[in-house]
């Protein structure tokens, strides 16, 4: 049953817990972005209009809803480097939430409601972080990232990109072979009709096939039209 102190764990876990390992998460983004002097860069807390911004901050009204970091190109451009640009978030709030769980273990922190559940969404951030598959956005996450560059050697938005052009080609090939056969059968059409309206003759003079006998029916009729319009004109 959801009891009462389960709506308290629901309010307090939506409208402080979250938003501040939201905050955790995307710090890390911005400590590596600052240690890698990334210009133009700025940690959004929350949703909707601005409340206020301060340099390199900028806090929404639905502060609870939403968090993300924006930065331009890193400076160090090697695979290290942006390597730990997407294992930074993964490091900070695991790092946050085995350190609370110490001290919670320790008897530091009191082992109450707000301990246990902030530990528990640090660890589910850090949880799905981890797990290297691409987003339905198309967006790759950390852990995919990170995979991209140790397995492939490269970045996932330009591994991503090869795949789309590599896509576009195949996609161009079968256009191009589906034309191929489609003027193929095109050609074998018109030997066909050809065929059809050039039709061979016997030694009697009388044209053979289907097509050739559908001339002679239609010939019959208008031959009968031609002798019922006579009747009718010459009585």
Same mark, same amino acid.
């Given at each position: 049953m959801?009891?009462?102190?389960?709506?308290?764990?629901?309010?307090?876990?939506?409208l402080?817990?979250?938003? =501040?390992?939201?905050i955790?998460?995307?710090?890390?983004?911005?400590l590596?972005?600052t240690?890698?002097?990334?210009?133009?860069?700025?940690l959004?807390?929350?949703?909707g #209009?601005?409340?206020f911004?301060?340099?390199t901050?900028?806090?929404?009204r639905y502060?609870f809803?939403?968090?993300?970091m924006e930065y331009? %190109?890193?400076?160090?451009?090697?695979r290290f480097?942006?390597g730990?640009?997407?294992?930074?978030p993964?490091m900070m *709030?695991?790092?946050i939430a085995?350190t609370?769980n110490?001290?919670?273990?320790?008897?530091?922190l009191?082992?109450n409601?707000f301990?246990? *559940?902030?530990i528990?969404?640090?660890f589910y951030?850090?949880?799905f972080?981890?797990? #290297?598959v691409?987003?339905p956005?198309?967006?790759?996450?950390?852990?995919?990232? =990170?995979?991209?560059?140790?397995?492939h050697?490269?970045?996932?938005d330009f591994?991503r990109?090869?795949e789309n052009n590599?896509?576009n080609?195949?996609?161009?090939r079968s256009?191009?072979e589906?034309?191929?056969? *489609?003027?193929?059968?095109?050609?074998q $059409?018109? @030997?066909?009709?050809?065929d059809? *309206?050039?039709?061979?003759s016997d030694?009697?003079g009388?044209n053979?096939?289907a097509?050739t006998e559908s001339?002679?029916k239609t010939k %019959?009729?208008?031959d009968r039209d031609?002798? @019922?319009?006579? $009747?009718h004109t010459n009585?």
């Open positions: 959801f009891s009462l102190i389960d709506w308290f764990r629901l309010f307090m876990a939506a402080f817990i979250l938003p =501040i390992v939201t955790i998460r995307e710090s890390g983004y911005y590596v972005a240690l890698l002097r990334g210009e133009n860069k700025k959004i807390v929350g949703s #209009p601005i409340l911004t301060i340099p901050v900028e806090v929404r502060f809803m939403y968090s993300w331009d %190109e890193l400076k160090p451009k090697n480097w942006h730990l640009i997407y294992a930074a993964i *709030t695991g790092g085995f609370a110490s001290l919670v273990l320790n008897g530091v009191a082992d409601i301990w246990t *559940t902030f528990f969404y640090c951030y850090v949880l972080d981890v797990i #290297p691409y987003l956005d198309g967006q790759p996450t950390n852990g995919r990232a =990170i995979f991209d560059l140790i397995w050697g490269e970045r996932s591994k990109q090869k590599h896509k080609q195949d996609n161009q256009y191009t589906a034309q191929e056969e *489609t003027m193929q059968n095109r050609d $059409d018109d @030997e066909e009709r050809g059809h *309206t050039k039709p061979s030694s009697s009388e053979t096939g097509n001339q002679k %019959e009729n208008r031609e002798a @019922e319009r006579d $009747d009585p």
